[in-house]
């Protein structure tokens, strides 16, 4: 019986070890950066889009679509294989240029807290505001504040009543305290509950940063972000206390927004080095909260926003009026644009997602065939809706498209209002598309519909639950379920 249990236990010694050494065989390949033939530490090599497996003629298209599109883009750079395969630039754009890039300075936030983290400055992701900002969380303020934690920061769920484009932000921003300011905010919601983009929160991250390293956030920037990718400069603004601000402030050239996607890209490695744990740059690009559905589903992590690009997995900086750095790990590749943000040009950023889409279009590879598209048969009266709002939105009638529209729009709480002033800021950029219904299913004076909305450059599916509504005689839009 014992030489029996003396096998038994060598055979399970031998299965544990088994698994051990494949379990650490695997970890040590996933931690591996991946293998580069140069670093673009003083600066970007440049390859021809064929020798990186592009179609040069396709990336013109996409240098069509920006010069008939959008006016306000200053430039468009695209790395591929770590070669810079398409430069260039736009109005006042260069080289040299410094981009306000806006909020994707909370990209770079994130990246700061993640070092942090690794570093021990920060301990985790779920302590809360009350240990970096308890002069600021008295016992008269809503108790769920006290359960609000760095991830809740990180997510935009915080939970604050806010709007970043209403007065909120103007208060805020001209407030002699803006950490006190966003901390006593009405709490709306629950912690983790629901996402509401919101700049005040991602401020307060550079606050918890410097508060945590006994540094400024510039300062810990250069030392651990800026110098090892060889960015030799970069202006970031500060709030009335003199800390910089987390959520926008930031300036940087396009080459150098580009260096720190490519950093991402290699999960977070650059030459041979980690400067942002792997393991961070993973938890910052996984969907977390669903932020909207406009051109198809898009979510966010932390400060990071995910969405497809070309059927494949990819995220973004993001930053107001046109400031992108876009990673798409399947295609290695990253995409960068910076635009004019000044007055009086609209906030348009959200029609450049078929600008990406473009790019990676010009990758040569294998794809599923697509799909045909087949629009249904309609009842006259649908047909004659759709056709008066495709004409609608050509000509720009926006007396009309307000008819389309019911007084009762449900949309996640948009109001018809608002999606009529959405209509005046994107019609001259999607003004040549036309909606195509493929699908139409009637209960009694509300239908459900499928469709897409077609153009010569993109084609985008109608948001999942889009709903129609037959008042006084007359079809008109009634939005959509939202999903959760």
């Known amino acids: 019986m014992k030489i029996f249990n003396l096998s038994c236990s060598k055979k399970i010694f031998c299965i544990l070890t088994f698994f051990l050494f494949a379990f650490l065989t695997e970890y040590a390949v996933c931690e591996q950066p991946k293998i580069r033939k140069y670093w673009p530490i003083s600066g970007w090599k440049t390859s021809t889009p064929e020798q990186q497996g592009m179609d040069s003629a396709k990336l013109m298209i996409a240098d069509e679509f920006i010069r008939n599109r959008l006016p306000d883009a200053f430039s468009l750079l695209v790395v591929k294989n770590g070669y810079l395969v398409f430069e260039k630039y736009y109005s006042w754009g260069s080289p040299e240029k410094y981009a306000v890039v806006h909020s994707v300075t909370k990209s770079v936030t994130s990246a700061l807290i993640g070092i942090a983290l690794d570093k021990g400055y920060l301990n985790s992701v779920d302590q809360k505001l009350t240990e970096f900002f308890h002069e600021y969380i008295t016992d008269d303020l809503d108790p769920r504040k006290k359960k609000i934690s760095l991830r809740h920061l990180l997510t935009m769920s915080a939970g604050f009543r806010w709007n970043d484009w209403g007065p909120s932000m103007r208060f805020w921003y001209t407030s002699s305290n803006w950490a006190k300011f966003t901390i006593q905010l009405p709490q709306e919601k629950n912690p983790g509950d629901v996402f509401n983009y919101n700049s005040s929160a991602s401020h ?114 993001w930053g107001r009026r046109g400031q992108f750095i876009v990673v798409i790990p399947k295609l290695d590749m990253v995409i960068v644009v910076t635009s004019e943000t000044a007055q009086p040009h609209p906030p348009t950023s959200i029609h450049y997602s078929p600008l990406f889409d473009l790019v990676a279009d010009a990758v040569k590879r294998d794809r599923p065939p697509k799909k045909p598209l087949k629009a249904i048969e309609l009842p006259d009266d649908v047909k004659t809706f759709i056709i008066d709002f495709n004409q609608a939105w050509l000509d720009k009638n926006f007396s009309k498209l307000s008819d389309c529209i019911s007084d009762n729009f449900l949309s996640s709480g948009v109001t018809k209002n608002r999606i009529l002033q959405f209509f005046k800021i994107s019609a001259s950029y999607v003004s040549e598309s036309k909606i195509i219904l493929t699908g139409f299913e009637r209960q009694g004076n509300v239908a459900r519909i499928e469709g897409v909305r077609k153009d010569k450059y993109f084609e985008i599916s109608v948001p999942p639950g889009s709903l129609m509504i037959k008042e006084n005689d007359q079809w008109k839009w009634y939005g959509n379920q939202m999903p959760k």
């Open 204 to 317: 307060l991250l550079s606050i918890i940063l410097s508060k945590s390293t006994k540094t400024s956030t510039l300062d810990f920037a250069k030392r651990n972000l800026f110098e090892p990718l060889g960015i030799q400069s970069a202006y970031w603004h500060q709030d009335p206390q003199e800390y910089y601000i987390g959520g926008f402030g930031l300036g940087l050239s396009a080459r150098d927004l580009a260096k720190i996607g490519f950093l991402y890209l290699n999960n977070g490695y650059w030459n041979d080095q980690s400067i942002v744990s792997e393991y961070w740059v993973k938890e910052s690009t996984r969907q977390r909260m669903f932020a909207h559905e406009m051109y198809g589903p898009t979510y966010y992590g932390y400060q990071w926003w995910i969405k497809e690009v070309d059927g494949c997995f990819s995220y973004r900086a």
